[in-house]
């Protein structure tokens, strides 16, 4: 497999196929591609063999350097190509198709080839040409406008976007996932495939819950929480959960139901105030949900957020603690399943990556076979004598 992506979607539909065992070639720019000098840095220093970035999204992958814009590295691409199995590329700003060296023109030396294009909005339609960013996918596909629920005043508190690299993530794993399809059909047929993936359609299917209630003639739900009539948004209970403040952070808890309410009120202790009648059921709590939340936070912020955790656990109420990354860091299932595997580079040291998800019954997954390639590190071993 050719890695001819930047940044993150295309590497990282890379990476998942490395993780399981794909023989992975990065093909970069003589000068690295963006991602070195992304960070985060060490130190806050750049530097382009450390950033934490690139490292952790190009692990279990060999490197090499091509000019792709020169008649000699644009052969030299061409003779690799006739050798894999499947290229994954995230134009823009230049795609290989811009270069002359895309699906066709591949996929007459090797028919079989798999040609995997990440792009903003796929390659075709009224948006085909127009560049995006992360946070202009986050907003466009609908999440932004559901983020966090209805909002006292939505004119001094606009949607917001969710932190990280959502849409490309998101993307990458679409892509991925496609790729992986595609391989199957050709052990099958024998026949390649061009992969088309749009990051904006694969964001717009996160949004299942909010779609399927537009589908049933449902308006969209307001962002002005008094116009807020149901206990519903954007498809999900939201009568009472949410997020309480504690001595240590945050836990967020969900006793929507009444049955769940009452034992949630016996991990309170059962105060005074739940004889209410505007607290008494799920409606009337939806309803007076800001004077009931100032009445749970005065409890909540006693405790830590494991330990109000453990006690709604414990009366099978909907309820866990808002984690830190330093709390995954630590977090003992994770530790228990070794999710965090440790690899030594070169250059940046030895340092914890995050694994897969997954874990299989009668396979070894080579997570840590070798860390991210420095620039052009197995030029000599792989471009010597394509020529």
Known sequence: MLDVGQGISGPYCAKIMAQMGAEVIKVEPPEGEEARSMGPFPGGQPHPEKSGLFLALNANKYGITLDLDSADGAKAFLKLATTADIIVENPPPVSLEDRGL??????????????????????????????????????????????????????????????????????????????????????????????????????????????????????????DLAKVEEAAIGGMVGAIGGILPC??????????????????????????????????????????????????????????????????????????????????????????????????????GTLRYPGAAYKFSNTELPLAARPAPLLGQHNLEILVGLA
């Open 247 to 348: 001595n240590d952070g945050y836990v967020a808890i969900s006793p929507r139901e009444d049955a769940q309410w009452e034992r949630w009120l016996l991990v309170m202790g059962s105060p005074p105030w739940a004889a209410d009648d505007r607290y008494a059921t799920r409606d009337a709590r939806q309803k007076n949900s800001p004077a009931l939340w100032n009445l749970l936070s005065e409890w909540s912020v006693n405790h830590s957020k494991h330990e109000i955790a453990r006690m709604g656990q414990e009366q099978r109420v909907p309820c866990f603690p808002v984690n830190t990354v330093l709390d995954l860091l630590s977090d003992e299932h994770l530790a228990h399943r070794e999710f965090f595997v440790e690899m030594e580079h070169s250059v940046a």
């Open 102 to 223: 895309g699906f066709q023109a591949l996929n007459d030396g090797n028919p079989g080839l798999i040609f995997t294009s990440i792009t903003p909005f796929g390659n075709r339609g009224p948006y085909m040409d127009f560049k995006a960013t992360d946070l202009v996918l986050y907003h466009m596909s609908g999440h932004a406008h559901g983020l966090l629920g209805a909002v006292k005043d939505p004119d001094s508190d606009p949607p917001i976007r969710a932190g990280g690299h959502q849409a490309e993530l998101v993307g990458g794993m679409a892509a991925a996932t496609a790729t992986i399809m595609a391989l199957y059909r050709k052990r099958m047929t024998g026949q390649g495939a061009r992969i088309d993936i749009s990051s904006f359609e694969a964001m717009v299917t996160q949004l299942i819950s909010g779609l399927a209630n537009s589908a049933y003639g449902r308006p969209a739900p307001p962002r």
